[in-house]
């Protein structure tokens, strides 16, 4: 995260705070982590402890995201990167039409806190979203929040994760790096 000179961080859907962890050791001077899972958020805030970096730096949310999302921008606040990592919004193709407006709020709500050249970090791991419906939903999400992006990077699933030809919903992890333009 140095090279894009990351310091205010969003880590949405954080859980136990493993991308607030690899923000902090990437240099953020600052980062929020929002889950509403609260045990988790102590977890996170364990690990920040345990990973040896000043508590100071790291802020543990418990509140729903979308709620959170609306807040922040009501404040005027402005992020130099924003993780969305959601749980599940569609285990089957039959529930991608709902899961898609999900995916398309938040990460409209996302574009709207990113500083111009900021990073989105948005991720998917909904079977019933394959990688394609995914990109043209972040696609669409841009364009209501009236910016621009460049992707940066697509990420997947790691090697060892198993997919087969018969079961294409394995290949369920997805997301994107993107880069919002400067106006």
């Known amino acids: 995260m140095r090279h894009f000179g990351v310091q205010r961080v969003l880590n949405c859907y954080s859980y136990t705070g493993g991308f607030s962890i690899a923000a902090l050791a990437g240099g953020a001077a600052e980062v929020t982590s929002v889950d509403s899972s609260g045990p988790a958020l102590e977890r996170a805030s364990a690990h920040v402890a345990l990973n040896g970096y000043d508590a100071t730096r790291h802020t543990a949310v418990d509140a729903d ?16 990167a924003i993780v969305l990592d959601p749980p599940k919004f569609a285990a089957t193709a039959a529930q991608a039409e709902r899961a898609a407006r999900a995916y398309k709020d938040i990460n409209r709500l996302a574009f709207g ?71």
Do not use: W
């Not at 995201?65 to 130099?80: C, H, P, S, W």
């Open 65 to 80: 995201v979308n709620a959170t999302l609306r807040r922040l921008i009501e404040q005027g606040r402005r992020f130099d």
């Open 113 to 183: 806190l990113l500083e111009p050249g900021g990073l989105l970090f948005t991720f998917s791991c909904s079977g019933g979203v394959s990688a394609d419906l995914f990109h043209k939903i972040v696609a669409g999400a841009g364009l209501d929040a009236g910016i621009d992006g460049q992707i940066h990077a697509r990420t997947g699933a790691a090697p060892d994760h198993p997919m087969t030809v018969t079961f294409p919903e394995g290949e369920y992890l997805k997301g994107l790096v993107i880069v919002k333009q400067i106006a």
